[in-house]
Nanobody, 124 residues
Framework: QVKLLESGGGSVQAGGSLRLSCTAS????????WGWFRQAPGHEREGVAV????????RYSDSVKGRFTISRDSAKNTVYLQMNSLKPEDTAMYYC?????????????????WGQGTQVTVSS
């Protein structure tokens, strides 16, 4: 059973940067997309960024476009989320997930395997 482990969360002031990492513990050849999601207290989980396994397809939510960058290191079986110009509204638990379908989606319900999450807190 493949497991996902996120790391890199923490507390930062507005305008700062963080880089999240998500590493899979086993082979992921049956999955086609990696995604980053976030959930703030009292809010639904939302898609932040998605990347195909070969990095040919990438999509961002409008709220993070231009500030966040998703990337994939196949050799390390890891996906990253570089977060720049952080805002207090980026505060949330951030989750990594894998999707087995061949169509790109940013809906949490379309993802099949989830990590435990890493907390990001941005203070003003």
């Amino acid at each position: 059973q493949v497991k996902l482990l996120e790391s890199g969360g923490g507390s930062v002031q507005a305008g700062g940067s963080l880089r999240l990492s998500c590493t899979a513990s086993g082979p992921t050849y049956s999955y086609t997309f990696w995604g980053w999601f976030r959930q703030a207290p009292g809010h639904e989980r939302e898609g932040v960024a998605v990347i195909s396994d070969g990095s040919s397809a990438i999509r961002y939510s409008d709220s993070v476009k231009g500030r966040f960058t998703i990337s994939r290191d196949s050799a390390k079986n890891t996906v990253y989320l570089q977060m720049n110009s952080l805002k207090p509204e980026d505060t949330a638990m951030y989750y990594c997930a894998l999707r087995a379908s061949y169509t790109l989606s940013m809906r949490p319900t379309g993802f099949d395997l989830w990590g435990q999450g890493t907390q990001v807190t941005v203070s003003s």
